[in-house]
């Protein structure tokens, strides 16, 4: 599939994994990562107090979500410009979650090995982020 005047290679500097076409945005390692982030974080979330299931569960959910939503609509836009402000949006939303994830453990509602692993994959997440940031500005 041709974009943006050339053939897309979407995964950053990798150029091993990144030579395969990307056809769908099911194929973009950054959106599966996204989506086990997603899980993880639902997951992580029934430790949450039934009290916060309207306030900060919810919040978490949907800036987790949000993640590898943007990024799907993102790929389905035609220009290069859209793409780029959808995965701006993509990491504002990790952001988001990150903080938010912060203040569930500094309220006791997760321990630090939850934590921990919910860091971890989002910071896996931002990498992917970055690198394809990256690249989209500078073909």
């Excluded at 395969?20 to 979330?45: F, G, N, P």
């Amino acid at each position: 599939m041709e974009r943006w005047g050339k053939e897309r290679k979407l995964e950053g500097d990798r150029a091993s994994k990144s030579e395969k076409r990307i056809r769908d945005y099911r194929d973009l390692e950054v959106w599966q990562k996204a989506m086990d982030l997603v899980v993880t974080v639902y997951h992580m979330s029934v430790a949450l107090p039934s009290t916060e299931r309207f306030a900060l569960t919810d919040q978490i959910h949907r800036a987790a979500v949000s993640i590898p939503s943007n990024i799907a609509e993102g790929h389905g836009r035609l220009h290069r410009p859209d793409f780029l402000r959808f995965f701006s949006m993509a990491r504002g939303s990790l952001m988001e979650l990150q903080t938010q994830v912060e203040i569930a453990f500094r309220l006791n509602y997760l321990t630090s090995q939850q934590q921990a692993q919910i860091r971890e994959r989002c910071q896996e997440v931002g990498r992917l982020l970055n690198g394809l940031i990256r690249s989209l500005r500078n073909p």
